[in-house]
């Protein structure tokens, strides 16, 4: 059998409405491998749309957890970063990364910052620039379009966009992150949606559109970067993964769809998790 591959997550834990670690922990074991993680805060619910929500900030517990893995002489084969409730909290986690990562370790960011256009309200005008710095150090970035904007420190311009736009935006993250880009919320026009993805070792932009499914559907990005993490660790290329991600993302929207459910509790992506493991090619094994 060969050795399982072992991941840290290190995000918020959303006690209701699916996202964070409550989507990345599911889908990286479906994924077969090992995962560790480190909440960085604990809320009843995420922010996005319910008023009223515990927050309990572990940023003082960060480092502690990464200090006493290491002691323990445990090694990643990936470390996993979404969403942190600080700007503080960016720092401490390029301190994790130089406690636990060796340079076999992938270090994928996803930078979540907004959506539609906009900085989510917990966060101060300052925090992309704390994230660029974090972003500088990854292998792999998953921004959507509105985190791509305030990387760039350039103002949100709604879609559909142009292949040249979004091929100047990979070039601008670029030079923000030397790995692997990957950009969310893509779209040509309204009928489409997807990615777009940078691989500076083979400087080779590619593009990964599905049929758009209306509505905003909260945490799809989790289900998207949790996937995306899941094929590259099954050893995917970077597109095919992206492509994998999509259609799980999609897959997971259609069948919440069905539901006619709130769309602040999450999407159903629990239901298809036989066909990720299909997918990823684990009942091969
Ligand atoms: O899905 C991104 C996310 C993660 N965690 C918390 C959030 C959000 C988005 O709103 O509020 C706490």
Redesign the pocket.
Known sequence: MERQKRVAAIH?I?CFGK??LTVALPLLSAAGLETCCIPTAV?ST???GFTGYTYRDLTDDILPVAHHWNSLGLDFDAVYT??LGSEEQTEIIARVIDTVATEDTMVMVDP?MGDDGKL?PVFSHTFPAAMRKLCARAHVIVPNMTEAFLLLNEPYRHGPYTEKEISRMLDGLAAICTGKIVLTGVHFDETSLGAATYDPETGAKEFVLRERINGFYH?T??VYAGTLLAALMCGFSLHDAAAAAADYTVLSIATTKKMDKDLRYGVNFEYNLPTLMRMLGRNEE
């Open positions: 918020d959303s996202c964070s809320l995420h922010t996005g979404g969403f979540v989510y945490g990005g989790d």
